[in-house]
């Protein structure tokens, strides 16, 4: 971990602030059931601006303050506690690891917070994430107000934080571009293993056993999100995680799963036959999808707009149906009609980062944003043909593709994160029946 790093996207945030505090805390515990949680993930605004990695801690920037301009209130040492829960940094390390200015305890965070708060103009928050810290920041900023009559003044204005973090988080530094390599390279193996051992008559839920031990295996943390694992019909429902059927002989498999490194998420997407050997229908499906992504990648470049690739994947899509009988019509009129949204009803992309749908605005106002060096996002087309789909051969039902990949941009043009997992109808029968 570079200290440095974080230090210095504290100090763009407070460069921005002006005679404000901002407060972020890290996201609660969450219980699962009884005496058991949920694994903890920090809140991804928090761990980008400090790296900590523990429950129950905040993160406070006072521009100006003598003893530091940074505090962390986080648990202290418990030795008792460690034995059952694991290592604590403690006050120490949050200073002397996770470079804070000043640490205290968290139990002491409600004695400490109003006094901090005394003189501010303006509160930066991410009001709305979490209601219950919410309420207690709205509790300290009272009981400075009632203090008026003594000469302290009260915060003023409230200042959404998240927009100017989002702004930061949005183009990706050479350390975030180091994490996400790493997690794309996690899942890439994974990719490939799971095309590697594929076969009829296993279970879903048995490749997803494979793609999270090679996650585990390349030191992915987590799956960035529940895998989607899904066979024949069920890859027509785009966000399918029951991931509990039977693997059909003369099926088409979806795989939609990323590892996180460090908080740092990959999103790839890869289809391919059950039993290694396209069929007419896939094939003419897949070869589809797969030109309206290389159509889209291509158009991934600095300077066009974030839109352009979603616009040509379309094109590319529509064309693909109309040739192979699937709609009727001139391209533009189905566009314009949306015709193709009965087959394609997702868009092309989103950003990628520390959050899968990462963040970041899409438009600057009302226009589409422009695409720049060190942005990261997903290309993903794809075609789904539901079975029963009206007015539409039988041959065609129950197949779904979508082919995607993580991209970052570059001064030059682009780089596919990805790369590396078999993405050709030849390709894919090659791995799967090596």
Not at 7 to 19: F, H, L, P, S, W
Not at 105 to 132: A, H, Q, S, W
Not at 250 to 267: N, Q, R, S, V
Request: glycine residues 8%.
């Amino acid at each position: 971990m570079n200290k440095n790093l974080f230090a210095k996207r504290r100090i763009e945030v407070m460069q921005i602030m002006k005679g404000g505090i901002a407060i972020v805390p890290t996201a609660p515990v969450r219980n699962r059931n009884r005496d058991v949680d949920f694994p903890f993930r920090p809140d991804s605004d928090f761990y980008y601006l400090t790296h900590f990695p523990e429950p129950e801690a905040v993160v406070v920037l006072v521009p100006g303050r003598e003893h530091g301009e940074c505090i962390l209130f986080c648990r202290e040492r418990d030795l008792e506690k460690e034995i059952w829960e694991g290592h604590r940094a403690g006050l120490e390390g949050a200073c002397e690891i996770y470079g804070a200015d000043d640490a205290f305890p968290i139990e002491d965070m409600g004695d400490i917070m109003p006094g901090l708060l005394e003189n501010r103009e303006k509160v930066f928050c991410t009001m709305g994430r979490y209601p219950d810290f919410d309420q207690s920041l709205l509790n300290w900023v009272n009981e400075v107000r009632s203090k008026g009559r003594t000469g302290v003044s009260a915060p003023g204005e409230f200042v959404d934080l998240s927009h100017i973090l989002h702004e930061l988080r949005l183009i990706k530094q050479p350390d975030e571009v180091k994490n996400l390599r790493r997690a794309c390279k996690v899942s890439v193996a994974a990719h490939r293993r799971a095309m590697q051992v594929c076969r009829p008559g296993m279970m879903e839920y048995e490749l997803q056993a494979e793609l999270e031990y090679e996650f585990k295996r390349g030191g992915g943390q987590f799956p960035a999100y529940p895998p989607i694992v899904a066979s024949g019909p069920n890859a027509c429902i785009l966000h399918y995680i029951d991931n509990n059927a039977r693997l059909e002989d003369g099926d088409m498999m979806l795989i939609d799963a990323g590892a996180e490194f460090d908080c740092y998420a990959a999103d790839i997407t890869r289809s391919f036959p059950v039993n290694g050997k396209f069929s007419a229908e896939q094939k003419a499906l897949y070869e589809v999808v797969l030109a309206a992504q290389l159509a889209a990648i291509e158009s991934v470049q600095p300077g066009n707009h974030w839109n352009e690739p979603h616009e040509k994947a379309v094109q590319v899509l529509v064309d693909g149906l109309v040739d192979l009988k699937l709609l009727n019509g001139n391209r533009n009129q189905l566009i314009e009609q949306k015709d193709y949204r009965r087959f394609y009803m997702h868009r092309t992309g989103h950003w990628l980062g520390m959050d899968v749908h990462d963040v970041g605005d899409y438009k600057v106002e009302d226009e589409w944003r422009l695409l720049e060096p060190g942005m990261t996002l997903t290309v993903e087309p794809g075609l789904y043909i539901a079975s029963g789909s009206k007015d539409v051969d039988k041959r065609w039902w129950g197949i779904g593709v979508r082919i995607e990949d993580d991209i970052l941009i570059t001064r030059s043009g682009n780089d596919v994160l990805s790369g590396g997992i078999p993405k050709t109808v030849d390709e894919i029968e090659a791995i799967m029946n090596g």
